[in-house]
C-alpha cells in the first residue's frame, strides 16, 4: 500500500494559483479527488489533479463522499477530499474525519487561503488597526443551520470589532438590522465581495444604512461576504494611530530604538 491516507485539502477561494503548494503537490500525486463542486473551479482540479478520478461532491451525500474515500484508501489509493478556502471554516470536515475515525483510515489536513483574506486582499485592507480595533470575528447569520444564542449577531456586535460575516449575503436586511443593535450605527463602513479573487469577482463598498439596497441592485444573493467595521475606514480617512514594529523609537527583541 503506497502510503494511503486522505488528505483534506483548503483549495482556496477561487483563484487556482492561490491554494498552497503543499496542496498542489498533493492533489497532482492524488488518485481519486472528492471536491466541492458548487465552490470549487472545476478547472483548479483540472490543472492540478488531470490524472485523478474526480467526484463533485455537491449532490453527494456524507455516506457517499466517506465510501469513495474509503474505497480509495482499501485498494492503497490517495485519496483527496477538496474543501473551499481553508476547510477549518464552515467545511463540514469534522463529521467527515469523525467517519474516518470510526473507519481506522487515517487522514492530515491542509490549510487553504480563507475568502476573508482573499476579500481583504482585494481591498487592499487590513482587518486589525492600532487604536481601532486588535479584533476580528468570524460568524454568520443563523439560517437553516442555527448558531448559538449567544453567538446571534445582535450579541457579538456590542464589541464592534471588525466582522467577517459567511454565508448570509442572501438575509443582508436581517444582518444590518441585528448589527445596529450592537455598537456599530448607519455610518459604519461595509463592504460585501462576491466571489472573491474569481475572474468576475464583484466588490460593494457602502454603510450599514445603504449597503443592503446597494446588494440587492447588484443581484448579489450568494458566495459573497460582509466585512463591517471601522477599520476599512481608514483607506479613505487615514490612519489615527500607527503600529510601532517599524518605529524607529520603540526597541523589540529584533532591533535597538534611536533616540530622537
Known sequence: MKN???????AGPGDAELITVKGARLLGEADVVVYAGSLVDRELVRTHAPNARVWDSAAMTLEETTRVLADAYAT??????????DPAIYGAIQEQMAELDRL????????????????AATLKQELTLPEVTQTVILTRLAGRTPVPEREKLAEIARIG??????LSVGM?????AELLQGAY???????????????????????????????AAAGIAKQALI??????????????????????????????????
Open 185 to 215: 450605527t448607519p455610518a459604519t463602513p461595509v463592504a460585501v465581495v462576491a466571489k472573491a479573487s474569481w475572474p468576475d469577482e464583484e466588490v460593494i463598498e457602502g454603510t450599514l444604512a445603504d449597503i443592503a439596497a446597494k446588494v
Open 172 to 176: 443582508i436586511d436581517r444582518v444590518v
Open 76 to 85: 492503497g489509493q490517495r485519496g483527496v477530499r477538496l474543501h473551499t478556502g
Open 161 to 166: 470589532a471588525t466582522m467577517v460575516i459567511y
Open 104 to 119: 481506522g483510515i487515517p487522514y492530515a489536513v491542509v490549510p487553504g487561503v480563507s475568502s476573508a483574506f482573499a476579500a
Open 4 to 10: 494511503s491516507i486522505v488528505h483534506f485539502i483548503g
Open 227 to 260: 466585512i463591517v467595521g471601522d477599520v476599512l475606514g481608514a483607506r479613505k480617512h487615514g490612519l489615527g494611530a500607527v503600529s510601532k514594529l517599524y518605529d524607529k523609537g520603540f526597541s523589540h527583541g529584533c532591533r535597538e530604538g534611536s533616540v530622537a
